[in-house]
């Protein structure tokens, strides 16, 4: 039996880790990996979170194990991911671009292969940091000539003016604790985080390592709590989907002293409904329009 099943590694959360609250109900569970996946929707934020779920010990060694079976199975880095990556790159550049006028210190967070700090390198002219603890994508960023570091504590503490984080929110066991850290030690005052995630609501996004599932408002909750001031939260479908609302991308900046209260709780009562319409739309898109519900894989423009 694998070891990661045992009821050991699993501990079940006894409140909503987005808000504190006890009130919960059981919101959907699914087969991954071998195990029943579980989600809660708390009745007071309308988190969606996993319990049981994995300890911090046990998620560690799940990664690690994760990674090497995946090398072994594409034998490094793919074609796919690479494409999926610079598409998605010049979107979150495009995003940006719009909403941030500089940068001259960026970090991203899961760089993977370094495709998102390339392309802030390039609109920018900026100085990219990378964080990827998977050695497969690590070494790959450093052959691209990249300053990759596995964790932040690699780092010297000097503050950057823009931090990236491309589908990471959800594998974090404690999202606004993390976000405060970040703000708190890593962001200039001044800076901006840039955030993507799948979306509950168009995304089938829940799967054993993803710990939340977000929508559009428990989102921009869990960047209240955590002390930013939402500047944006785009839903979209790039660089996949024409039709389908795949992902949440949120700019953020830290709350000053004179900035708006934090949004209020969402509501829960919703969620499940407008989860079931967002996959019957996913599903219907991808049936009666299959050409523009999924893209093309994006052309790398560069040689990676
Ligand atoms: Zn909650």
Redesign the pocket.
């Known amino acids: 039996m694998d070891q990661l099943q045992t009821a050991a590694d699993l501990i079940e959360l006894q409140a ?1 880790p ?4 006890r009130t919960s109900s059981s919101f959907e569970s699914l087969h991954d990996g071998g195990r029943v996946v579980s989600y809660l929707l ?1 009745g ?4 969606v979170y996993q319990s049981p779920r994995m300890t911090v010990e046990a998620l560690d060694s799940y990664y690690k194990r994760e990674y090497v079976e995946q090398h072994q199975r594409a034998g490094g880095v793919t074609e796919k991911e690479l494409r999926i990556q610079a598409g998605r790159a010049r979107n979150l550049t495009r995003l940006l671009q719009s909403r941030v006028i500089s940068v001259d210190r960026h970090l991203d967070i899961g760089s993977s292969t370094g495709s998102l700090m390339v392309a802030v390198a390039e609109a920018y002219g900026s100085a990219g940091t990378g964080v990827e603890p998977a050695e497969i994508y690590r070494s790959y960023g450093l052959a691209r000539g990249l300053h990759v570091v596995p964790d932040l504590g690699e780092l010297d503490g000097n503050p950057f003016d823009l931090i990236t984080m491309a589908h990471v929110l959800e594998h974090l066991p404690d999202p606004v604790q993390y976000l405060c850290e970040l703000r708190d030690r890593w962001l200039t005052s001044d800076g901006a985080i840039l955030i993507e995630v799948p979306n509950l609501f168009g995304h089938p996004s829940l799967e054993l390592p993803h710990l939340f599932g977000f929508s559009s408002s428990t989102l921009r909750y869990v960047l209240g709590r955590a002390g930013y001031e939402v500047v944006r939260v785009k839903r979209h479908g790039s660089p996949r989907s024409q039709l389908i609302g795949l992902y949440l991308t949120a700019i953020v900046r830290p709350r000053g002293a004179g900035g708006s209260a934090p949004s209020r709780k969402p509501d829960s009562k919703n969620v499940r409904i407008r989860r079931r319409f967002g996959m019957i739309w996913h599903r219907l898109a991808t049936r009666i329009a299959p050409g523009w519900a999924w893209l093309p894989l994006p052309e790398l423009e560069v040689d990676p």
């Open positions: 909503c987005i808000c504190g609250s708390c007071s934020c309308a988190a």
